[in-house]
């Protein structure tokens, strides 16, 4: 089977909730970055095989956003386009679906990602007064009506605003990462300077012109205004900690990544349609893996999904977990990438839970996301997965050779991980 | 604004000038990233980096009103009627660029139902023009000394299908006022238009032609010519139809309902 070409991508910079993109919405975001990507690669008026992206803060109206942004972008409007979503692992899963199409050859070009703001979030109807407004919409006769009237109370005017807690727990995903910190013993030291790493890597590939053909600046920003090329280990060591209680605790806003709006898209293709279209393959989709765990009564964590999805991909293809020159691994928080490097390296762990002889041992750290990560960009939950993998398909084209391993953790207790390679 | 209208309102029985006067209005601005999605949140354009192509019109409209309220204008403004309306835009228009905006008035001259005037507006970056409207109003009944009106652009009106339907609310007129500045009383509240002559409020006209246009998102080329000719009054709350249709070198449009043809426009 083929593998599916990854030609390039467009983002636009991530921005802190509530800021530069408090007034665009997830329609907005990703026509625009839809139309940057079209410009970039000269696609207008094109039809592409399909479009998928998702947002994971969704109004009800956007039902069909990935489409409405096809059809107000400069893409032929005969190109289709889908919604998916997979909380942060959205803009990977998006990837997958049209690399896969690509691979099958049921379709010769697409473009995948996702879009979110925290910002233009979605508030329900109180759930009560929801109740009784879909009644009276179904009511028939005055008296009906009346009736219904009388179930209003003052205390329904208060809406329902979108927690970024998991339903099952009624725990952030701060406290859920917090347990996993704990149970891995992840040092508050090793997250702030996994942090700080973070900016500095993701200001100096700006600074070296890294994100000139993959970022195209929106509302009065030309970098992520998360960024803070001057972060240090000192800095951050004097922030307070968030997430979880007591003396133990480590997580702080330093080392976890803060709530973003943005958007982010790779253009993928065949070879054949790369080559007529005059576009270089930076890199090919390999392989992909998707994982879930129990952590609402069982022993995983919430974000720990990938470390059972990596050892069943390296696994098909016959690789190991130093086979990699770049690994691209999702900064939820700090103590996240930490833990599952922990778990990666555990013998017992490696034995009881994964069912391996051996752990997949340490990774060199200096290939770990060297052009930065979520902790210095944003995390704009479904606009991350197109953002790492336009990024590590650059970083591999740049280098000519080799292979990068993705993985993102997820609500739900889910992982995305895949595995890119440069094109020869 | 308001205070504008009760000005001309007040001075409108005063004897005027028989020419224009030729004042050349200015002002520099930078349109804000929050007007910017006001705008094109009540109009249907979305948030993106470039000015909507309508846009630049609400900017030069504030130094309109001043241009045409102001005692050396031959005409009242109450009563004025913006019969048709073109716009170049030269390249699109970054969010964010500093603009000069002028406008003055040419064009006074006799028309068969009374006495018609242009507005005229340029917007400059740095010493480009990249923006120009043209903005033809009708004063019914009035008297120009001189001169033939100009003529009206020719407009084709498609008769096809709809291409949208849209639902327009009462307080649409009032919406597009806070987001335009028009506050002109015939779009404000079915008392003051009706002392107007209308019925009910009517939707300003540049509102229409830029819902229009926003229709078009996608479709557009990046430097175009959009003419329009304001024909029958929308009246609000109505529920009118959009035709589209594809032409050599552009777009032709209108906006109808059960009462006729309200907007004719071409994009080239």
């Known amino acids: 089977m083929r593998k599916a070409a990854v030609i390039g991508g467009n983002r636009i910079p991530f921005a802190r909730a509530n800021g530069k993109y408090a007034r665009a919405s997830n329609l907005d975001m990703l026509t625009t970055t839809l139309d940057g990507l079209v410009a970039r690669f000269g696609l207008a008026d094109e039809r592409l095989g399909e479009v998928v992206a998702g947002a994971v803060l969704k109004h009800s109206r956007d039902f069909n956003l990935t489409r409405e942004a096809v059809l107000g972008s400069r893409l032929a409007p005969s190109t289709p386009a889908y919604d998916i979503q997979q909380a942060c692992g959205t803009g990977l899963e998006a990837t997958i679906a049209v690399a896969n199409k690509i691979a099958l050859g049921q379709i010769e070009s697409g473009v995948a990602g996702g879009v979110d703001t925290a910002s233009d979030a979605p508030i329900a109807v109180n759930e009560d007064l929801r109740k009784v407004l879909v009644a009276l919409n179904g009511a028939r006769t005055l008296q009906q009506r009346l009736k219904l009237l009388g179930k209003l109370r003052p205390g329904q005017i208060v809406p329902e605003i979108p927690q970024n807690s998991e339903p099952r727990t009624g725990l952030s995903m701060g406290e859920h990462a917090a347990i996993t910190a704990r149970e891995w013993g992840v040092s508050r030291e090793a997250q702030d300077e996994l942090a700080a790493l973070s900016h500095q890597h993701l200001a100096a590939a700006y600074d070296r012109g890294f994100f000139d053909d993959l970022v195209t600046p929106y509302l009065g920003l030309t970098r992520d205004d998360n960024l803070r090329p001057d972060s240090t280990v000192e800095k951050l060591a004097r922030l307070t900690p968030v997430f979880g209680k007591g003396d133990g605790a480590t997580m702080t806003a330093g080392n976890s990544t803060p709530l973003t709006d943005g958007a982010a898209l790779t253009l993928l293709g065949s070879d054949e349609w790369a080559a007529a279209h005059n576009l270089p393959v930076l890199a090919r989709f390999v392989d992909a893996e998707t994982a879930a765990v129990d952590y609402v009564h069982g022993r995983d964590g919430l974000l720990t999904a990938p470390v059972y999805a990596v050892p069943r991909l390296l696994e098909r293809n016959g690789l190991t977990l130093q086979d990699f020159d770049f690994y691209e691994i999702h900064e939820a928080f700090a103590s996240t990438v930490l833990a599952t490097l922990a778990a990666w390296e555990d013998p017992g762990f490696a034995k009881e839970r994964l069912g391996l002889d051996a752990p997949l041992g340490s990774i060199d750290r200096s290939r770990l996301n060297v052009a930065g990560s979520s902790l210095a960009a944003g995390h704009p939950f479904a606009a991350t997965g197109g953002r790492i993998v336009s990024t590590l398909a650059k970083l591999l084209h740049e280098k000519g050779s080799g292979r990068g391993l993705i993985s993102i953790c997820a609500a739900g207790g889910q992982g995305v991980v895949a595995i890119l390679e440069a094109a020869a | ?268």
């Not at chain 2, 130094?63 to 390249?91: C, D, K, W, Y």
């Open chain 2, 1 to 268: 604004m308001i205070g504008l209208y009760a000005k001309a309102a007040a001075g409108a029985v005063l004897p005027r000038p028989s020419s224009l006067p030729d004042t050349v209005r200015t002002r520099t601005v930078r349109p804000t990233v929050g007007r910017v999605a006001d705008y094109a949140a009540v109009c249907g354009f979305p948030l993106s980096d470039v000015l909507p192509a309508t846009f630049p019109h609400v900017l030069a409209f504030g130094l309109q009103m001043e241009l045409m309220a102001a005692r050396s204008f031959p005409l009242a403004l109450p009563g004025l009627v913006h019969v048709a309306n073109a716009i170049t835009l030269h390249r699109a228009i970054g969010l964010g660029e500093e603009l000069d905006v002028r406008v003055h008035a040419e064009r006074f001259a006799a028309h068969a139902r009374g006495a018609q005037v242009d507005l005229v507006s340029a917007v400059s970056a740095g010493d480009t023009v990249v923006w120009e409207g043209r903005s033809t109003y009708l004063a019914r009944g009035a008297h120009a000394p001189t001169g033939v009106a100009g003529e009206l652009p020719e407009v084709a009106t498609p008769e096809g299908p709809a291409a949208a339907s849209w639902a327009l609310g009462a307080d649409l007129g009032r919406r597009y006022a806070a987001v335009s500045g028009d506050v002109n009383p015939i779009h404000l509240n079915p008392l003051t238009a009706k002392a107007f002559g209308f019925p009910r409020t009517i939707a300003h006209g540049m509102w229409t032609a830029a819902h229009a246009l926003a229709a078009l998102q996608g479709r557009l080329p990046e430097a175009l010519t959009y003419t329009v000719l304001f024909r029958k009054p929308l009246l609000l709350p109505s529920r009118p139809e959009l035709v589209t249709e594809r032409v050599d070198g552009g777009w032709d449009l209108a906006v109808r309902s059960r009462a006729g043809v309200h907007l004719a426009g071409s994009v080239r």
